[in-house]
Nanobody, 127 residues
Framework: QVQLVESGGGLAQAGGSLRLSCAAS????????MAWFRQAPGKEREFVAG????????SYADSVKGRFTISRDNAKNMVSLQMNSLKTEDTGVYYC????????????????????WGQGTQVTVSS
């Protein structure tokens, strides 16, 4: 199992930047694909970005492509989300998620079906 703790949320102005971090506990962090999801008020939770356990593959929602960058450091059990050119529609609670993909090929990256979740961190973008 893995426990996830997010940090780095807060308030930013449109056009600004924020960086989210997620610290994972456990010895097998490198077995997990990692992802960020978000949930805006009144909306369903949606996939934002993901990175495979091998770090060889990343995936982004169309709405954040070119603005957000996901990265991971397997030595530090960390995954981060750099968010640039923020828009008001990026407002929401951001969740770090993990899925054990050690049964699959190294670059396998699901966008649904994650089993482990952090508690979430609020991101608010003002105009």
């Amino acid at each position: 199992q893995v426990q996830l703790v997010e940090s780095g949320g807060g308030l930013a102005q449109a056009g600004g930047s924020l960086r989210l971090s997620c610290a994972a506990s456990g010895r097998t962090f490198s077995h997990y694909a990692m992802a960020w999801f978000r949930q805006a008020p009144g909306k369903e939770r949606e996939f934002v970005a993901g990175v495979s356990r091998s770090v060889g593959r990343t995936s982004y929602a169309d709405s954040v492509k070119g603005r957000f960058t996901i990265s991971r450091d397997n030595a530090k059990n960390m995954v981060s989300l750099q968010m640039n050119s923020l828009k008001t529609e990026d407002t929401g609670v951001y969740y770090c998620a993990a899925e054990d993909t050690s049964y699959a090929y190294m670059d396998y990256l699901p966008i649904v079906g994650y089993d482990y979740w952090g508690q979430g961190t609020q991101v608010t973008v003002s105009s």
